[in-house]
């Protein structure tokens, strides 16, 4: 069974510019999430998607931060403007059900300068 | 929100001895509580989970332990080999939502 796929690996911006990062979450998983995991911490949770509804977006910063699921499956996070403090892992995660276990995507690093 | 605290947040230890982890958590409507092991340049993988109805859960090496009363839980890894290196994150879940640790490097020597 194939993971959780996530593009591109690494990615170099500088500030203020925008970036798009992309899931494709295991095949069947209607729950799907983004992380945020910067240098030295754990993942934070930034979104989660139920199908293509937002069940939780309580930690998106949506001055800068969107994300969409079109047709509950692929999914996308954007950053614009991106600030310094962005820099960090963006991991995607998906799960069968909301209460069910979460599997990882490799992530997307992203430096902004 | 759930506060999750992990300690230690570095651990060397002699190939073949045992390595131990434990967390704290702060709410006590908390009900999950999986392990994630992380390496380098990789997404976390789940090595092992508990639910608040279980005291405790072994798979081969690997156990953890749930303490509800005192909000703690624990990884214990037993017979450790160099593959065990990485960084291990504890996480609790409430509501369907994994608040997660800040990690601790696990180096095992040969």
């Known amino acids: 069974e194939a993971g959780v796929a996530q593009s591109p690996r690494y990615k170099i911006i500088e500030k203020r510019q925008s970036v798009a990062f992309w899931c494709n979450p295991i095949?069947?998983?209607?729950?799907l999430y983004w992380y945020q995991q910067i240098l030295g911490q754990g993942p934070k949770l930034l979104i989660q998607?139920?199908?293509?509804?937002?069940?939780?977006d309580s930690q998106l910063p949506k001055d800068r931060f969107s994300a969409e699921r079109l047709k509950g499956v692929d999914s996308t996070l954007k950053i614009q403007p991106a600030k310094l403090e962005d820099s960090a892992v963006y991991l995607c995660?998906?799960?069968?059900?909301?209460?069910?276990?979460?599997?990882f995507g490799p992530g997307t690093r992203l430096l902004v300068l | 929100g759930e506060n999750v605290e992990q300690h230690p947040s570095t651990l060397s230890v002699q190939e073949g001895d045992s390595a131990v982890i434990k967390c704290t958590y702060s709410?006590?409507?908390?009900?999950?509580f999986p392990w994630y092991k992380q390496e380098l340049g990789k997404g976390p993988q789940l090595i092992i989970d508990?639910?608040?109805?279980?005291g405790e859960k072994k798979d081969q090496r690997i156990a953890v332990t749930l303490n509800k009363t005192a909000k703690h839980f624990s990884l214990h890894i037993t017979e450790t080999q160099p593959e065990d290196s990485a960084v291990y994150f504890c996480?609790?879940?409430?509501?369907?939502?994994?608040?997660f640790g800040a990690g601790t490097t696990v180096t095992v020597r040969a």
């Open positions: 995660a998906s799960s069968l059900g909301r209460s069910e276990t979460q599997y």
């Open positions: 095949s069947g998983h209607a729950t």
């Open positions: 998607f139920q199908n293509n509804g937002v069940v939780d």
């Open positions: 709410d006590s409507a908390s009900n999950y």
């Open positions: 508990i639910r608040s109805n279980v």
């Open positions: 996480a609790a879940s409430m509501d369907y939502k994994l608040s």
